[in-house]
């Protein structure tokens, strides 16, 4: 199994909402990540969970706040957000291997704040 | 810190031609070198990767790159593009296994034409 499987694939929310968008692989990964892509744009790294302690911020918002539950699993709750926000929203997972070093993407979370 | 240059935005191409998409990065280290491809609305899917040993590297749907230390590239080419392979395609890097954070170039839209 090499799939990222990312929940919900489209969110409309409100600037008042909160929401959380879910990620999960079973490949054994330790470390997962949240990236923000923009049109036209390349991924923008937000978060990196390694052994499911928060190594990386790459200086993201308060109203982002991502949760590792365990080695599966990774969240981004989401709040107070404004309209610049929308966006595609990619999980990511990786491994601590020199033969498998890649990243396993997700299909992303379409988000639009209205 | 690394740093990723795709040297072409956009690629137009007609069916059947060959192709060769530009990455050039610069780094003090070893790497490790990706290539991903993003069709609409999706994920990034891996095409490809060099760890090390051949520079010429094979991926799926018939891409494959070639890496060159003395000129820090790492070229993505297809002898014969079809219209399906249409896509967004970034080049990343990775410092080593131990670092988690892939550096990605802005990407090159290749757009096939019949």
């Known amino acids: 199994d090499t799939e990222v499987t990312q929940t919900p694939k489209h969110l409309v929310m409100g600037m008042t909402n909160k929401k959380s968008l879910k990620c999960e692989q079973h490949m054994g990964h330790r470390a997962m990540y949240w990236y923000k892509q923009k049109a036209k744009k390349p991924p923008e790294l937000m978060f990196v969970?390694?052994?499911?302690?928060?190594?990386i911020n790459e200086s993201v918002p308060s109203r982002f706040s991502p949760e590792c539950p365990n080695s599966s699993l990774l969240n981004l709750h989401l709040h107070a957000l404004q309209p610049e926000d929308s966006a595609l929203y990619l999980c990511?997972?990786?491994?601590?291997?020199?033969?498998?070093?890649?990243?396993?993407f997700g299909q992303g979370t379409r988000l639009t704040v209205v | 810190a690394q740093s990723v240059t795709q040297l072409d935005s956009q690629v137009p191409v007609f069916e059947e031609a060959p192709v060769e998409l530009r990455c050039n990065y610069s780094s003090s280290v070893s790497v490790y070198l990706f290539w991903y491809v993003q069709y609409p609305n999706q994920g990034l899917q891996l095409l490809l990767k060099y760890l090390s040993g051949s520079t010429l590297v094979k991926g799926i749907n018939g891409f494959e790159a070639e890496f060159n230390k003395s000129q820090t590239s790492f070229h993505l080419r297809k002898p014969s593009v079809h219209i399906s392979d249409t896509a967004e395609y970034f080049c990343a890097v990775r410092r080593d296994y131990n670092f988690n954070k892939f550096y990605f170039g802005s990407g090159t839209k290749l757009n096939v034409k019949p």
């Open positions: 990511a997972s990786s491994q601590a291997s020199d033969r498998m070093p890649e990243a396993f």
């Open positions: 969970y390694s052994y499911e302690k928060l190594s």
